[in-house]
């Protein structure tokens, strides 16, 4: 099994920043993507940031250059650092990847979600 553990949410003033944290741990032969989503209350999930093993990252369009998404292979880890920050990020935020588990077997996984709250 595998297991995404998030930290870094909290509250914060409007302008401030944030890091979030993903770890993946557990039975790993390789993962590709990781992405963050959000969710905001009575809304769907969206995608959020999303980056590759290899390569640069992908962003909603309301988080470019504010949000930076990046990622230690090494590790099995993703950042978002979050700058900027408006009261409109406020979310549950989510870390969901595709984990090939053993060669050519595939399963996704969510992390539990690390709550960011932006006051104005």
């Known amino acids: 099994q595998v297991q995404l553990v998030e930290s870094g949410g909290g509250l914060v003033q409007a302008g401030g920043s944030l890091r979030l944290s993903c770890a993946a741990s557990?039975?790993?032969?390789?993962?590709?993507?990781m992405t963050w989503y959000r969710q905001a209350p009575g809304k769907q999930r969206e995608l959020v940031a999303s980056?590759?093993?290899?390569?640069?990252?992908t962003y909603k369009d309301s988080v470019k250059g504010r949000f930076t998404i990046s990622r230690d292979n090494a590790t099995n880890t993703v950042y978002l650092q979050m700058n900027s920050l408006k009261p409109e990020d406020t979310a549950a935020y989510y870390c969901y990847a595709v984990v090939e588990v053993k060669l050519g077997n595939y399963v996704s996984f969510w992390g539990q979600g690390t709550q960011v709250t932006v006051s104005s």
């Open positions: 980056k590759p093993s290899g390569g640069s990252g």
């Open positions: 557990g039975r790993i032969f390789r993962i590709n993507a």
